[in-house]
């Protein structure tokens, strides 16, 4: 393998590389590199999230830039704002030494005239999101008749999610004679058709071909009743306690129940999904990135362009649609030269997308059996034992109490004493687990021809997992809605400062235009409906009441109280 210096690239680069600790170049950087600071060509290359594409296009396109001349000469489109932020920020990392580099992140979610006033202080590298830059180019904020290098980041993920026509108009702003390097997790035929579509006879470089996985990875799956796939989560999660995962689900709501129900047993998750506001997700994402927290709940798009490191497990909670979101999701893990487990937590019925999955990746999928409780409990045992025996002890601190200490122990033997301290985390396992079932569905029994693609119907399956907190939740109404400027994030920041209260008393919220419906835990529900009772907002009066359901938000709970409110509007 080749060294950076070798690659030809100038001194104040090299000295950033140092400063982050790149020593050698990766493959598909080793392969770019060279070509796109030396070349004229357009540039199409296929490489996997994770592989150090951003510096692979990032560094020759520093090297590109007159630092005398204050315009816009790079842009950089990306699908999301996260990935965005992210690329920017290695720009930045990697100019460190380049003085007269400015990088501006544009995307939607921000301050669009702090952005504009990026670009008018002199940016000479733009990093967009194809919304965000459309707006800016309507407003006549941005001028792109000077760009020399447009890179398409992630090209397939933002043809998924229907930026084409934005490409185009984005494209057409920029000269015909501008270098276009095109980075690809997968070269589907619509990236194939963009790519002749909008480059000149590009070079096409593939690191591992087609669609295929990082080999970093190894794909796990385990087979359960689709509605315990909650259970299996968490088992997987206890038998595993250094784990630091990114669960995935396919709906916003799923991803907010699925980390609510986790919350509330106890786990350390939170979600990260388009409902949220920008600060609510740069919030989770520091958290997450802080390893504060050790389940991110994500949806596909929220967790684009996530780059964080040490990821030990991608959990599929819910297999995608598509093979490219498989390969994306998976992609989070296994980074940067890693190792990683890309685990689906499929329903009998799925089985046949596991196979399909297999054969298209080209990959194979271990099968594993959920943990059993012996297992669970065995794992959590070592940990804390190796917890125990790794813990720093300030000899001097203790050291004055520890006579008290030794009387106050010193009827017990040494053997009841470390039952106790083992006892004191172990507990909560045992008693969890104590007559734990089976979670795993033996395929060869449901098909005993051996096969195992779909597999029919399986008696009383239901296909959703995630339990709700019925019962301990009331359901309030409030006559402020989206028309009022609410949504989830901020009318849960309200309820709290009406309350007092944090976050985790509330539950769904069904936000509506002119009213909502708010899960409270009824502990604190009538302390709440109380407060509420009293408070204005913006002059007007609140009024509040109790919903019907108990809790539990639902769609038929919510025609219910619609009916009532209209009812009561009428009167
Ligand atoms: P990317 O594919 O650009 O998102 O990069 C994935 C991760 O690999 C990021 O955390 C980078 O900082 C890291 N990385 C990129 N290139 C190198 C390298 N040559 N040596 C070590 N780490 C790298």
């Known amino acids: 393998m080749s060294s950076f210096e070798s690659l030809g690239i100038r001194a104040e680069i090299l000295r950033a590389l140092s400063d982050l600790g790149f020593e050698k170049p990766t493959p598909v950087q080793e392969r770019t590199i060279p070509t796109l600071l ?3 060509g357009d540039m199409a290359a296929l490489a996997q999230t994770g592989t150090g594409k951003t510096a692979a296009f990032g560094i020759p396109l520093l090297e590109r830039i007159d630092t005398a001349v204050h315009q816009v000469q790079a842009l950089v489109l990306a699908p999301t704002r996260e990935l965005c932020v992210q690329i920017s920020k290695d720009l930045e990392n990697f100019a460190a030494h380049l003085p007269g580099i400015k990088v501006v992140a544009v995307y939607g979610g921000a301050s669009i005239r702090d952005q504009v006033r990026g670009i008018q202080r002199g940016a000479n590298v733009v990093v967009a999101t194809p919304g965000r830059l459309i707006d800016l180019l309507e407003r006549g904020a941005v001028d792109l008749g000077q760009v020399h290098t447009a890179v398409l980041d992630e090209a397939d993920e933002m043809l998924n999610m229907g930026f084409q026509e934005d490409l185009t108009t984005i494209l057409e702003r920029t000269p015909p004679t501008k270098r276009t390097w095109l980075f ?3 070269m589907s035929p619509e990236v194939r058709r963009i790519a002749k579509g909008y480059m000149n006879e590009a070079e096409e470089v593939s690191l591992g071909g087609g669609n295929k996985a990082n080999e970093a990875i190894q794909h796990r799956y385990a087979v359960v009743m689709a509605r315990d796939r909650f259970l299996a989560l968490k088992r997987f999660v206890d038998a595993e306690p250094g784990m630091f995962a990114i669960v995935f689900c396919r709906t916003k709501q799923e991803t907010q129940e699925l980390a609510e129900a986790l919350t509330r047993d106890g786990y350390n998750a939170d979600a990260i999904h388009g409902d949220l506001s920008q600060q609510q997700r740069d919030r989770v994402m520091a958290r997450y990135r802080g390893k504060n927290l050790q389940l991110l709940v994500a949806t596909d798009v929220a967790a684009r362009g996530i780059d964080v490191s040490n990821v030990s497990h991608v959990i599929h909670f819910d297999l995608p649609g598509e093979v490219e979101s498989y390969t994306h999701r998976s992609g989070r893990t296994g980074r940067a030269g890693k190792t990683g487990i890309s ?3 499929i329903g009998v019925r799925d089985v046949f997308k596991v196979r399909s999955l297999e054969r298209q990746l080209k990959v194979h999928f271990a099968y594993v059996r959920v943990p059993d409780a012996a297992e669970i409990c065995e794992r959590q045992l070592l940990t804390l034992i190796g917890k125990i025996k790794q813990v720093e002890v300030d000899h001097e601190a203790i050291e004055r109490f520890m006579d008290a200490v030794n009387l106050d122990l010193a009827d017990l033997s040494r053997e ?5 301290v083992v006892s004191l985390e172990f507990n909560r396992f045992l008693k969890q687990y104590r007559n734990a079932r089976d979670l795993n569905v033996d395929l060869a029994s449901k098909d005993r021809k051996g096969k195992t693609a779909a597999p029919a119907r399986v008696e009383g399956e239901r296909r959703d997992p995630i339990p709700r907190p019925a019962g301990t939740m009331r359901s309030m109404f409030i006559n402020l809605g989206t ?6 994030g901020r009318m849960l920041g309200y309820l709290c400062g009406i309350s007092g209260l944090d976050g985790s008393h509330f539950g769904r ?8 419906f708010i899960d409270i835990e ?11 009772k009293a408070a204005n907002y913006k002059g007007r009066r609140i009024r509040v009441d109790e919903g019907e359901g108990g809790g539990n938000t639902g769609a038929r709970d919510f025609r219910a109280d619609k009916k009532r409110f209209n009812k009561a509007r009428r009167q």
Request: without cysteine; charged residues 30%.
């Open 38 to 40: 030396t070349g004229k």
């Open 522 to 532: 009824s502990s604190v529900f009538d302390q709440v409906m109380g407060q509420f």
């Open 343 to 345: 685990l689906s937590i």
């Open 509 to 516: 919220i069904l936000l509506k235009e002119a009213f909502s």
């Open 416 to 420: 009841e004493l470390i039952k106790r």
């Open 483 to 488: 028309k009022d400027g609410f949504d989830k």
């Open 184 to 186: 690809s997790a997968t």
